[in-house]
């Protein structure tokens, strides 16, 4: 009778005498373990070296038919080559983001590349996933990236029936920041002026003045600006592939003083701040290598250009604006204006001084009566 064909190498839980249970791998149900076979110790599941072994031990057993079967794809590889190729997932991305995603992809593809996508689904190909994740702890955000990039790509599996499961569904974050308190004071912008180059400091003014991200920033041409409004579409909408958030910003006086310092060209699509020696546009890598050298030089450590998005935010709360009208201008979401509030305004003084001025008012006022 022919023996029946192997389907993958078999799995058994034990559980040690410590009480933790340890996965062995199995070429064949009551077959050897897929070890080295020199040290005799056990190669991670999956990895390259535990699937050649597998292979040989199948070969031994039942030739070599049986082992291009055992070791057939499609790989994780494949699915990398085909997100890279879809208009949807990949396609309408911004250059910037491609790029990002590319680089994520290579590192998986160089990890998990020749891993068989039906291995994807079977139980335990997550703690590969996450033990590699957690082996970068010591660049989370990297390893976070990471993460995200795995979720996205085996989402993308999902939709395209690759794949049945997604085994890196949540998860959670290894980098933790709370950002709640990193406010741009007064203090903070007159070091960083006074060091800063003026393309540099033009920047930061614009961002201190309307909230809006360093790349949609130095992408901001004159025909963005019609004497009256400036009128952007802000980029990282776009990357999410939510078409773009257009938002419109009146000038006003102080906003206008800022704008008449810029130097004007007439030629179509001309840069509204260029970079120092032409006038061609910033790239977001290039600001922020002038954009960190200047703050090393003011002294400034624990702030980044993105907290003054949020500092604008704080400062029209401050100013007695609505959720709504600051959502107008920076191009939040209602909810995210509110828990920028909730987070930046109890850190600062001018709230609690108010309240207790009001409180010291309302006291005198009493008294007064009383007597």
């Given at each position: 009778m022919a023996r029946p064909k192997s389907q993958g190498p078999c799995k058994v839980n034990k559980k040690l005498a410590s009480g933790e249970v340890e996965t062995y791998y199995y070429a064949w149900r009551g077959g050897p373990r897929i070890t080295d076979p020199i040290t005799g110790k056990p190669y991670p599941f999956n990895s390259k070296q535990?699937?050649?072994r597998f292979a040989e031990l199948l070969q031994q057993r039942e030739g070599p038919a049986q082992t291009a079967l055992a070791i057939?794809?499609?790989f994780v590889q494949d699915l990398i080559a085909k997100f890279k190729t879809d208009p949807i997932y990949f396609g309408n991305l911004s250059v910037k983001t491609k790029t990002d995603y590319t680089h994520l992809l290579d590192k998986i593809g160089a990890k998990f590349g020749d891993m068989p996508l039906r291995a994807v689904d079977e139980f335990g190909a997550r703690k590969d996933f996450l033990d590699w994740r957690n082996d970068m702890m010591d660049k989370p955000r990297t390893a976070d990236a990471c993460w995200t990039m795995l979720k996205r790509l085996f989402n993308f599996g999902i939709d395209r029936q690759e794949i049945k499961v997604n085994p890196c569904l949540?998860?959670?974050?290894?980098y933790a920041s709370d950002r709640s308190d990193k406010v741009w004071m007064p203090e903070h912008l007159a070091k960083l002026k006074a060091v800063a180059p003026k393309q540099v400091w033009d920047v930061v003014e614009l961002a201190e003045w309307t909230g809006q991200r360093m790349g949609d920033l130095l992408q901001l041409t004159w025909d963005d600006f019609d004497g009256e409004v400036i009128t952007l579409i802000q980029s990282k909408s776009k990357r999410r592939g939510q078409g773009g958030v257009k938002v419109i910003i009146p000038v006003l006086a102080s906003l206008q003083e800022i704008l008449d310092r810029l130097p004007r060209r007439d030629r179509t699509n001309a840069m509204l701040i260029p970079t120092k020696r032409s006038s061609e546009r910033w790239t977001e890598d290039g600001f922020k290598t002038v954009f960190g050298r200047a703050k090393t030089s003011a002294?400034?450590?624990?702030?980044h250009f993105h907290d003054l998005r949020g500092t604008f935010v704080l400062h029209a709360a401050?100013?007695?604006?609505?959720?709504p009208e600051i959502a107008s201008i920076t191009g939040h979401k209602l909810g995210e204006v509110q828990t920028i509030i909730d987070k930046y305004l109890p850190k600062t003084k001018t709230q609690s001084l108010s309240a207790m001025q009001k409180i010291e008012a309302k006291k005198k006022n009493f008294s007064r009566t009383d007597a």
């Open positions: 535990f699937k050649i057939k794809g499609p949540g998860g959670g974050k290894l002294g400034i450590t624990d702030l401050e100013a007695g604006c609505t959720v």
